[in-house]
């Protein structure tokens, strides 16, 4: 079945460290995006890219970083310059046109 | 760019009542206008989506929507609520050329009254 894997759903880890998670989709879309959600505020997007080894800064950048080198995955790095990093992370991809976001079940990381 | 705006942040109904959620948004260009539902501890599903024609945007379980371009909104309702409804709500603007980014609203959490 085509969709978004992110991996893992819940994720702990001490303060200090970086951590990455995983987003693949084999959806074949172009676009993938990365949001955090917090209670109350909704959903703010972190990077987004639009094409393989191009990315942009979101809203909410400070503090995490991405890459893009295949089509089918963009992983998020959440870097220890993240103050407050507990949150629940949401990937989503749209193909080229038109048309909605998919999105991945989310990976809950809570720092310990 | 694009913004949303979802005024409710909470809206409380009784079963078998009928809900509007509202969601207003803002753009400089023509957009694309979704509705998205999000049980707890999951990802977001697709409720309904206006990208031309016929305004009047029927979804998944029972939901549609309106788009009112003189009022830059886009309200969902459902005529009749059940238990199974509670969820948040988000509203989304997509810019409908290129690959535009997908912005949210703050969301609304509809919770049914037994």
């Known amino acids: 079945d085509g969709g978004i894997t992110q991996s893992p759903k819940y994720l702990f880890r001490k303060e200090g460290q970086n951590v990455t998670l995983s987003c693949e989709q084999n959806?074949?879309?172009?676009?993938m995006y990365w949001y955090r959600q917090d209670p109350g505020q909704g959903l703010r997007l972190i990077y987004y890219?639009?094409?393989?080894?191009?990315?942009q800064k979101g809203d909410i950048a400070e503090g995490y970083s991405v890459s893009r080198e295949k089509k089918e995955s963009f992983p998020l790095t959440v870097t220890s310059a993240q103050k407050n990093p507990t949150a629940f992370y949401l990937c989503?991809?749209?193909?080229?046109?038109?048309?909605?976001?998919?999105f991945g079940q989310g990976t809950r990381l809570t720092v310990v | 760019a694009q913004s949303v705006t979802q005024l409710d942040s909470q809206v409380p109904v009784f079963e078998e009542a009928p809900v509007e959620l509202r969601c207003n948004y803002s753009?400089?260009?023509?957009?694309?206008l979704f509705w998205y539902v999000q049980y707890p501890n999951q990802g977001l599903q697709l409720l309904l989506k206006?990208?031309?024609?016929?305004?009047l945007v029927k979804g998944i379980n029972g939901f549609e929507a309106e788009f009112n371009k003189s009022q830059t909104s886009f309200h969902l309702r459902k005529p009749s609520v059940h238990i199974s409804d509670t969820a948040e709500y988000f509203c989304?603007?997509?810019?409908?050329?290129?690959?535009?980014?997908?912005?949210f609203g703050t969301g609304t959490r509809l919770t049914i009254i037994p």
């Open positions: 890219s639009q094409i393989v080894n191009d990315f």
């Open positions: 753009s400089s260009v023509s957009v694309y």
């Open positions: 989304a603007v997509r810019g409908n050329f290129g690959n535009e980014k997908l912005t």
């Open positions: 206006y990208l031309s024609g016929s305004t």
């Open positions: 959806l074949n879309h172009d676009a």
């Open positions: 989503a991809s749209t193909p080229r046109l038109g048309a909605e976001a998919f």
